[in-house]
């Protein structure tokens, strides 16, 4: 049953643990409850998300008990320090609206009717101050600093506001209150998920497994895939949106993209995998790629017309034989869609060096939408299908 | 008006608020509101406390407003970890009935007909969960580790419960509720006087001003005088108590006993002090101090009664030609008041090594209530009144 799983990649607290939790309910003849957090401040699911929710699926069919805990307490107070814009406190409607779009994207992955949906501020908000400290005296400071953002931000001496120390116990508590027997996540909640161990153990509760699944890289091919960061693929995006975002991954994250993001069998990853190693051009790797994703997202159909959409619109020029090359370009903010002609250039062609990229925007080497841009600080907005042209053989289309 | 509060030996923060609180409530017409916490655990009150009260009374004789914040709120939840036996969680009654203790004890020193007494529990206890963690949002996680006695723990790898780091922070809010301009305190409390500043100050209310007292020793003159380590004269003492429990103290002690204990006016304690110079037996200072102690909290009859005691109980003995110095030991713990005859010679004669006082044991060289002891580990109880002789000179009387 765990070979099952395949869980081969993903993190196992403790190690043996599932094996005897699945053990423990087929003695009592129930099901395990299966615990994913999910922050209402964000409700935009990507591909990232898709590596846990498809974990749950799997439990899921495994005729197991999938709940949604929607960390409605937090986001109804936001950032008490009001430093981070991003995260205003949230009325109570817009929690509910969030959650509302929330499990709508869920259904392209996990079973809704199968899935059961709770907000922690039914039991938070109803903790007394006294019972909060009771709470909190089950948990060192030390243990918290453990925490790998706490203790950079220690030692770095970037503050540490009190009341976040205080959410990782909530998230524990969680799941005393839901009396967890999986938590999942992925492995940048491994802290938080050991949490509800820990309560739920002081609490005189079996503890929770914790499964943490791997984090897939964005588009950048360096950080995480994150709303925040730009750089993802969403599970609501349009099939063209999707193939040309797919496209655009650098080669180094294609194995990656094949193990995480698509739904081929063992034997179709192994002979894709072959195919690699015989020097098949990603290009073509990555077609097989998008189309598998655009298969589970929307359909077969879509994925065709997809393809046949990018060949049209990218490869088609071949034959003016000038092929633009998507490039998908994240900007530095959320607010801000610009960059200067210097940067971009540089993003683009990242074998040349800054120096040189300027020499060559001030000797008209460079153009945009046909059209010679001179000035290297000149600030370019970051439209899609804006063409741009460095030198004489590299071609770009923003996507 | 600062010259004659003589606050030269403590600590103010900032250095200049005092001048500034004083001058500004001149201005406005109004008494300034002077704050003193208490931890209604341990309602026994000693001279140590009395460091502190004293001059609260100058600033109500003054004219301004002194406010007595009982700790009921924490009091009442005690040690959530469980580990401290000390701290149980008290009723409310409980609390009450401490805090009657502490009111009639400060009577002694204060004016209660003049003091305001309030309970944290009455704004604690309103406070949601979403207030408090609006609350810790204030405070960071390093100001808080800067506190002397985290810091070292944290260092040493000791655990700190998460709740401890939240009890700073109320006593400030207290400081905000009250609208606090002074918070007094001993210098142990620095720390967490400072924080009522810092949250006044983000809640937009003045920052009060912090003044902290000089911890006095307590009778083994070396730890500061707690209840917890049995080293007090208590405020209700009976005088022979107070009298003999003041000449038991280390010659060390004499200055900061007149300094800290005593209502010596300036004069009285130059000439006093020029006594200790001239080469006057430190006993009949410590008899000085003692007959003020007992005046201040019984009255002159008392005072002189009780040197007659002392001298009919010890110093009569002096034609005997055994003088018993009257001794004062700590026990380990408060529930066993008994240490090993080895021990016990050793802390009363404590130039003889240890393995000397041994060897006169053994040898018959001790005795007790003139029975020859030669057990060095037999324990003994240390019931007032008992003699030890240790040697042919050494004899002690225990107070």
């Not at 869920?106 to 009717?113: F, G, H, N, P």
């Not at 960059?339 to 990242?350: A, E, P, V, Y």
Request: net charge negative.
């Amino acid at each position: 049953m765990i070979n099952t799983l395949q869980l081969n990649t993903t993190l196992i607290l403790p190690e043996n643990g599932l094996e005897q939790k699945l053990k423990q309910a087929k003695e009592e003849h129930r099901k395990l409850k299966i615990k994913l957090g999910f922050d209402p401040t964000a409700p935009d699911l990507h591909l990232g998300h898709a590596v846990v929710l498809k974990k749950l699926k799997q439990f899921q069919d495994l005729g197991h008990e999938v709940i949604i805990v929607v960390g409605s307490f937090t986001a109804r107070i936001g950032d008490p320090t009001g430093k981070n814009k991003a995260r205003k406190p949230l009325s109570t409607e817009e929690v509910q609206h969030n959650a509302q779009t929330y499990i709508s994207q869920l259904s392209k992955v996990i079973d809704i009717e199968k899935t059961k949906i709770v907000f922690n501020s039914d039991w938070l908000d109803a903790l007394s101050f006294s019972e909060v400290i009771q709470l909190m005296s089950k948990v060192t400071v030390a243990q918290l600093m453990h925490r790998n953002d706490f203790n950079k931000r220690f030692t770095d001496n970037t503050p540490i506001a009190m009341h976040e120390l205080v959410y990782p116990i909530l998230q524990g508590f969680d799941s005393v209150k839901i009396e967890c027997d999986i938590e999942m996540g992925g492995t940048d909640q491994l802290f938080n998920c050991t949490m509800g161990r820990q309560l739920q153990e002081s609490h005189k509760k079996s503890p929770q497994i914790v499964i943490c699944m791997p984090l897939l890289k964005g588009l950048d091919g360096k950080e995480k895939m994150s709303k925040s960061l730009n750089n993802t693929i969403g599970l609501t995006d349009e099939p063209n949106e999707m193939f040309g975002k797919t496209m655009s991954i650098p080669d180094t994250l294609i194995e990656e993209f094949i193990d995480l993001t698509t739904d081929f069998s063992v034997e179709e990853k192994k002979s894709i995998l072959l195919k690699i190693e015989n020097g098949e051009n990603p290009m073509n790797i990555k077609k097989l790629i998008a189309k598998n994703i655009i298969r589970q997202y929307h359909d077969e159909a879509a994925a065709d017309l997809a393809e046949i959409f990018f060949s049209n619109q990218f490869q088609s020029k071949n034959i003016e034989e000038q092929v633009f090359e998507p490039a998908f370009i994240t900007s530095l903010s959320h607010d801000d869609h610009r960059l200067s002609l210097i940067d971009l250039c540089h993003r683009l062609k990242n074998d040349l060096s800054k120096s040189a990229v300027r020499r060559l925007i001030e000797n008209g080497g460079v153009q945009i939408d046909t059209i010679k841009m001179t000035d290297p600080d000149a600030l370019i907005e970051l439209i899609p299908q804006t063409k741009i042209k460095i030198g004489k053989r590299a071609f770009f289309e923003l996507l």
